[in-house]
């Protein structure tokens, strides 16, 4: 028996250097980025609902985020949840890396670096509570296309990883749709005749770095990485073996001349773009496979986990339509037209991507690296001489708005904020991975790699000081809040006729004529769910789990609806607004509270 030494060193060995470099770049950095929200205390408005939350959401369709959260206990203690969070995040910033077989030292660095600097994943940070169960979802999700490109059935256990993902968070499925389209690029780029791209078929794969100029490991060598689609694990034809493969003209077995005869007979070349054509449109089934059975299985155990429960989906963001989606709505064709648009207006407008001429030029530069990259490649594999997979490519391209706004389909009236926008960052990354993917043995495409690099580092950077001055914001809305409700609780003690336990009734939201915004950072935070705004309190259940956390007393706050009738009456009508004098009344045994403006 090994003892563990040799195990470890074992599987060690086994770890390429790009998974090492993208695990350490993506978790430093992180590091980095979210420590101000890692090493305090700072909640948001659902954050003091959630301060011990078993995360039973199943009716939201989260049938899975109980079990994934419950790692790190149902408390919310930001360090241990963060760690976690990153260390998942680093695990599928490796899988990424290795599903777009980025090898190249700088880019493998950028791309962990611009998944763990994005906007959406600070938005993220502000609902700590979650955030390890989610970044375990992200990492599900991209393992469920790695699967499925790496293996010959890695469909199955990429429809396993699929469902489980869906069932921690249904917000990273446009992750997978936009990866497994970024595969099915790769595999129409190759030169392989299967779907399962050998290593000589790498070559013309425009996002690989595969041949001779890559550096990149041998097909012997291959055999030791378990995720490697060449050795024995994974099932697949070497390049030697593709003479043995039905839908090959190589080898003795198909009786047909070889390589240099086939490129004199026009009849034999026709035939053999045909059969590689028949390889690649099976290989692309393989992503529908998974797509379908992961949605099933998700859809399965959230039917059967709902019955043994008695319980039914819920109305929020519109889960409870998830089965019929823009059919219950406004109709299919208009919905996809909003997609579209809305995937412009985000990208444009959204005030995300860029917020100032360093990181609007970046994406510029980016763009342009990534197109040439991409015309060079066209040049050199004459793309325009195979129709049929021409035209696959080309509409594969025109669809990834609709895929990244797949969520606006499926739940057309959902608030789409930043948490769903996380698959945003893979248009940085595949640009990156297009222009280092780039090799011409001559040294001129080399202003790509550099133009890339520098890009990427510009937009790292500018998403750091976007994701510190959200935080900074974060942590004065908890002070401002604190602030309030010392003096509201100090009002409401001092009343008379106050008791402890009397029954409070309260809207809570906080009035913007007694209290105007103060927050500087609205032109950065605006888009940033979680982190934008002055206060924490928008319901009177804020105040009685704020206050009961942060400043140690009870209020007994009745329910929202105890504000129904009285809401409307003169005499409610006629109070003023906290810190007016008149702004606290009890009235038949029940203390009135109004925090909103005046409204006479």
């Given at each position: 028996?090994?003892?563990?030494?040799?195990?470890?060193?074992?599987l060690?060995?086994?770890?390429?250097?790009?998974?090492?470099?993208?695990?350490?770049?993506?978790?430093?950095?992180?590091?980095?980025?979210?420590?101000?929200?890692?090493?305090?205390?700072?909640?948001?408005?659902?954050?003091?609902?959630?301060?011990?939350?078993?995360?039973?959401?199943?009716?939201?369709?989260r049938?899975?985020?109980?079990?994934?959260?419950g790692?790190?206990?149902?408390?919310t203690?930001?360090?241990v949840?963060g760690?976690?969070?990153?260390?998942?995040?680093s695990?599928?910033?490796?899988?990424m890396?290795?599903?777009?077989?980025?090898?190249?030292?700088?880019?493998?660095?950028?791309?962990?670096g611009?998944?763990?600097?994005?906007?959406a994943?600070t938005?993220?940070?502000?609902?700590?509570?979650?955030?390890?169960?989610?970044?375990?979802?992200?990492?599900?999700?991209?393992?469920?296309?790695?699967f499925?490109?790496?293996?010959?059935l890695?469909?199955?256990?990429?429809?396993?990883?699929?469902?489980?993902?869906?069932?921690?968070?249904?917000?990273?499925?446009?992750?997978?749709m936009?990866?497994?389209?970024?595969?099915?690029?790769?595999?129409?780029?190759?030169?392989?005749?299967?779907?399962?791209?050998?290593?000589?078929?790498?070559?013309?794969?425009?996002?690989s770095?595969?041949?001779?100029?890559?550096?990149?490991?041998?097909?012997?060598?291959?055999?030791?990485?378990?995720?490697?689609?060449?050795?024995?694990?994974?099932?697949?034809?070497?390049?030697?073996?593709?003479?043995?493969?039905?839908?090959?003209?190589a080898?003795?077995?198909?009786?047909?001349?070889?390589?240099a005869?086939?490129?004199?007979?026009?009849?034999?070349?026709?035939?053999?773009?045909?059969?590689?054509?028949?390889?690649?449109?099976?290989g692309?089934?393989?992503?529908?496979?998974?797509?379908v059975?992961?949605?099933?299985?998700?859809?399965?155990?959230?039917?059967?986990?709902?019955?043994?429960?008695?319980?039914?989906?819920?109305?929020y963001q519109?889960i409870?339509?998830?089965?019929?989606?823009?059919a219950?709505?406004?109709?299919?064709?208009?919905?996809?037209?909003?997609?579209?648009?809305?995937?412009?207006?985000?990208?444009?407008?959204?005030?995300?991507?860029?917020?100032?001429?360093y990181?609007?030029?970046?994406?510029?530069?980016?763009?342009?690296?990534?197109?040439?990259?991409g015309?060079?490649?066209?040049?050199r594999?004459?793309?325009w001489?195979?129709?049929?997979?021409?035209?696959?490519?080309?509409?594969?391209?025109?669809?990834?708005?609709?895929?990244?706004n797949?969520?606006?389909?499926?739940?057309?009236?959902?608030?789409?904020?930043?948490?769903?926008?996380?698959?945003?960052?893979?248009?940085?990354?595949?640009?990156?991975a297009?222009?280092?993917?780039?090799?011409?043995?001559?040294g001129?495409?080399?202003?790509?790699?550099?133009?890339?690099?520098?890009?990427?580092?510009v937009?790292?950077?500018?998403?750091?000081?976007?994701?510190?001055?959200?935080?900074?914001?974060?942590?004065?809305?908890?002070?401002?809040?604190y602030?309030?409700?010392?003096?509201?609780?100090?009002?409401?003690?001092?009343?008379e006729?106050?008791?402890?336990?009397?029954?409070?009734?309260?809207?809570g939201?906080?009035?913007?004529?007694?209290?105007?915004?103060?927050?500087?950072?609205?032109?950065?935070?605006?888009?940033?769910?979680?982190?934008?705004?002055?206060?924490?309190?928008?319901?009177?259940?804020?105040?009685?789990?704020?206050?009961?956390?942060y400043?140690?007393?009870?209020?007994?706050?009745?329910?929202?609806d105890?504000?129904?009738?009285?809401?409307?009456?003169?005499?409610?009508?006629a109070?003023?607004?906290?810190?007016?004098?008149?702004?606290?009344?009890?009235?038949?045994?029940?203390?009135?509270i109004?925090?909103?403006?005046?409204?006479?």
């Amino acid at each position: 028996m090994k003892s563990p030494t040799q195990i470890f060193r074992m599987l060690y060995g086994k770890i390429r250097r790009e998974w090492k470099i993208a695990f350490l770049a993506c978790f430093f950095t992180g590091l980095l980025v979210h420590m101000p929200v890692l090493l305090s205390d700072i909640p948001n408005h659902d954050g003091l609902d959630s301060m011990y939350f078993d995360q039973n959401m199943i009716t939201s369709g989260r049938w899975f985020l109980s079990v994934a959260c419950g790692f790190s206990s149902y408390y919310t203690i930001p360090w241990v949840i963060g760690i976690l969070g990153l260390l998942f995040l680093s695990l599928a910033a490796a899988a990424m890396c290795e599903l777009l077989e980025i090898r190249k030292t700088w880019a493998v660095v950028v791309c962990s670096g611009l998944l763990a600097s994005f906007p959406a994943l600070t938005s993220t940070f502000a609902y700590v509570y979650t955030l390890d169960g989610y970044m375990l979802a992200l990492l599900l999700a991209v393992l469920a296309v790695l699967f499925t490109k790496r293996f010959r059935l890695g469909f199955l256990p990429g429809a396993f990883c699929l469902a489980f993902s869906m069932g921690i968070y249904q917000g990273y499925l446009p992750f997978v749709m936009i990866l497994s389209v970024y595969a099915v690029l790769m595999l129409l780029g190759g030169e392989e005749r299967e779907y399962s791209p050998s290593e000589a078929g790498q070559e013309g794969n425009p996002l690989s770095r595969a041949g001779k100029e890559s550096g990149r490991p041998s097909e012997a060598g291959q055999e030791g990485n378990p995720l490697s689609r060449a050795g024995k694990e994974s099932g697949r034809p070497s390049e030697a073996g593709q003479e043995g493969n039905p839908l090959s003209g190589a080898g003795k077995e198909s009786g047909r001349p070889s390589g240099a005869g086939q490129e004199g007979n026009p009849l034999s070349r026709t035939g053999k773009k045909g059969r590689e054509n028949i390889g690649k449109i099976c290989g692309i089934l393989h992503y529908l496979y998974m797509g379908v059975l992961g949605a099933a299985l998700y859809y399965v155990i959230l039917q059967v986990l709902l019955k043994l429960q008695g319980k039914v989906l819920d109305t929020y963001q519109g889960i409870s339509d998830m089965a019929s989606g823009a059919a219950s709505g406004k109709g299919i064709f208009a919905t996809v037209i909003d997609m579209y648009l809305d995937f412009f207006r985000f990208s444009l407008k959204g005030n995300v991507l860029f917020q100032n001429i360093y990181a609007l030029t970046a994406w510029v530069l980016l763009g342009f690296a990534a197109l040439a990259a991409g015309i060079l490649w066209i040049r050199r594999r004459k793309y325009w001489k195979n129709p049929a997979i021409l035209v696959i490519m080309v509409a594969a391209v025109l669809a990834l708005p609709a895929v990244t706004n797949i969520i606006l389909l499926i739940s057309p009236e959902v608030n789409y904020h930043l948490l769903m926008r996380y698959q945003w960052v893979l248009y940085a990354v595949g640009g990156v991975a297009l222009a280092a993917g780039w090799e011409d043995g001559t040294g001129k495409g080399s202003w790509m790699e550099w133009a890339a690099l520098l890009s990427a580092a510009v937009l790292v950077f500018c998403y750091c000081i976007t994701d510190n001055i959200a935080y900074s914001n974060l942590h004065k809305r908890y002070e401002k809040t604190y602030a309030y409700c010392i003096r509201l609780l100090d009002r409401i003690e001092q009343t008379e006729g106050y008791y402890h336990g009397i029954p409070i009734a309260m809207v809570g939201v906080v009035g913007d004529e007694q209290y105007p915004v103060t927050d500087i950072t609205l032109p950065v935070t605006g888009g940033m769910i979680g982190m934008n705004g002055d206060s924490l309190l928008y319901r009177g259940d804020n105040y009685r789990l704020f206050i009961r956390h942060y400043l140690g007393a009870t209020l007994n706050i009745l329910p929202a609806d105890a504000m129904a009738q009285m809401y409307y009456s003169e005499e409610y009508t006629a109070m003023d607004s906290f810190p007016g004098k008149d702004s606290i009344r009890i009235i038949d045994g029940i203390m009135y509270i109004k925090t909103e403006n005046v409204v006479r």
